[in-house]
């Protein structure tokens, strides 16, 4: 059997890593700036995540969610105390994808509607009701299609009200920040705007913090930079720092019933220590702190750069978009200067590292950068 050819893949096989350092099969050394699309939070192989994680593995692995498992509350208390929504409720899950899909559940249950507002390129996830939410036919399959579905454009508030007048949608679900599209903010305005609209027609406001969210815009969540409340938020990628987890965070307005959401895997043991072990060290390291800091250097150093047309984003999530004879930047970036960046189309690169990157890691990017333009 060979695996099914759905990736394209470059030829580095990582092996080893340690913060933002990879070592290849080879032995080649190359700078993490990436995370694997923002998982890696705090760091490949930080020694206080490997010892929890293998303490907890010489006690217990995995049960289900049958029982008790103290390791789930210690985790929701913990996040709501990080976060700021510690009146709020989590539900565990595996993936950014599967909390997408639950927050969308829970909002058609709580308001006893199908419909559901998002925006033009926005990227949810590739489950059913996530991909039918992102805005890329290409990846959407016939049984994915839905009228339940309806986009508009980022930041047009006339568009959202026009919609949501009619009284028929659950809710909006918007990301902190637009990351597959490119890195791609709400305005402030727009934010603010979103919430009153959301109260008008008894919507519910979902915001998808699954990229933007943990730290790494310097908020511990993106939408906080606005100053909105959201009534449900998702989280997954940088919350287990590489160990499949999700949550989603629910207003206390929306009651529970048995039965109503389930999961096999979903906050399993190994899972929920994880994501605390990330806490402990985005707390203790303050990394909130440090992904603002490094991210207002990127900014002052990309200034005016001749290759770039447009610096977006805040902290640690960067777009990059390139001119035209700079196309082709990041693959150089890659194979010539040992550095994992991500990409939005060919335009744009995108900057998504450990919120435990350094100063001097940030300048020899910006170094390699300048040296190759």
Known sequence: MNLFDVYPLWDIEPVRGLDTTLWDKNGEVYTDLYGGHAVISVGHCHPHYVKMLSEQLDKLGFYSNAVQNSIQKDLAARLGKVSGYDDYALFLCNSGAEANENALKVASFHTGKAKVLAFRKAFHGRTSGAVAATDNPKIQAPFNSTENIVFVQLNDLAAVDAELS?????AVIIEGIQGVAGIYEPTDKFMHGLRSLCDKYGCVLILDEIQSGYGRTGKFFAHQHSGVLADIITTAKGMGNGFPIGGVLISPTIKPSYGMLGTTFGGNHLACTAALAVLDIIENEHLVENAA??????????????????????????????????VGLRNRLLFEKHFFTGAAGAQVIRLLPSLTVSQETAESFVNAWNSLI
């Open 166 to 170: 009619k009284g028929d949608f659950a």
């Open 293 to 326: 800091k490094i991210g207002e250097y990127f900014h002052s150093a990309f200034a005016d750069n001749k290759a770039i047309k447009e610096y977006r984003g805040k902290g640690l999530m960067i777009g990059l978009e390139l001119k035209d004879e700079y």
